[in-house]
């Protein structure tokens, strides 16, 4: 799979956008591009995953870039319950281990009141 | 409706001591996961299951380390004569298909005394 690389942290403004940025350089035309948080003593939580096109649900927006090889994941109104740690993974469509998620460490956010 | 659940939620063991973690996957999910956390350290893949497939068990530790997922539902890892280095938050995951997004327990925190 391919590697991503993530700022180790960020902080945000309560009520602001939170726009969480991930390298990807070396993705390959069939590895989507997945989201994931982690809440302290939580287990991760599901957030989005696309492929090329901008992808959009309740809980955030995914903005690919045009050559695929970064997007940022986008909290329109973020709250003090989003503080967590962001994953953002790589992960094949079919064939080999695509089935396993390798996480990175991810980033850090800090919704501040 | 109901997510993937964990028990027990904690686990405190003695050296040496087996211990058995239980995870019950979303119903119909074809795929399940096992990943363990150590404090303040990334996810690791433990093991992957999918219908009657062979089980991928690529990332587990030792020999000491084994799972089975009866029926194709409930999942049980085993930890034998467990270790001090044991200790960790292990989380488990489960998908509808083996290229669907993976929805994660809130894990089994494991302490070896």
């Known amino acids: 799979d391919a590697k991503t690389t993530q700022p180790p942290s960020m902080d945000c403004a309560e009520g602001r956008a939170a726009n969480l940025p991930c390298n990807h350089s070396?993705?390959?035309?069939?590895?989507?591009v997945y989201w994931y948080r982690q809440i302290h003593s939580q287990g991760p939580q599901y957030i989005i995953h696309g492929l090329k096109n901008n992808e959009t649900n309740e809980m955030a927006s995914l903005i690919i870039t045009e050559d695929r090889k970064s997007s940022t994941l986008i909290l329109p109104h973020a709250t003090l319950r989003d503080t967590a740690v962001y994953y953002c993974i790589v992960r094949g469509d079919s064939g080999g281990s695509n089935y396993k998620l390798t996480f990175g460490k991810g980033t850090l956010l800090t919704v501040n009141p | 409706g109901a997510g993937v659940s964990q028990s027990p939620s904690n686990k405190v063991t003695e050296k040496g001591k087996d211990v058995e973690l239980r995870c019950d996957p979303i119903?119909?999910?074809?795929?399940l996961y096992w990943y363990r956390q150590s404090l303040g350290q990334g996810l690791e893949f433990l093991i992957y299951?999918?219908?009657?497939?062979?089980?991928?068990k690529s990332g587990l530790p030792s020999d000491r380390f084994s799972a089975e997922r009866t029926g194709g539902s409930v999942s049980t890892l085993t930890i034998q004569r467990t270790q001090q280095e044991d200790s960790a938050v292990y989380l488990c995951?489960?998908?509808?298909?083996?290229?669907?997004?993976?929805?994660f327990g809130n894990g089994t925190r494991l302490t070896v005394t």
């Open positions: 299951f999918q219908g009657n497939s062979a089980p991928d």
């Open positions: 995951a489960s998908s509808f298909t083996h290229n669907s997004p993976l929805h």
């Open positions: 070396t993705i390959s035309g069939n590895e989507y």
């Open positions: 119903s119909g999910h074809t795929a």
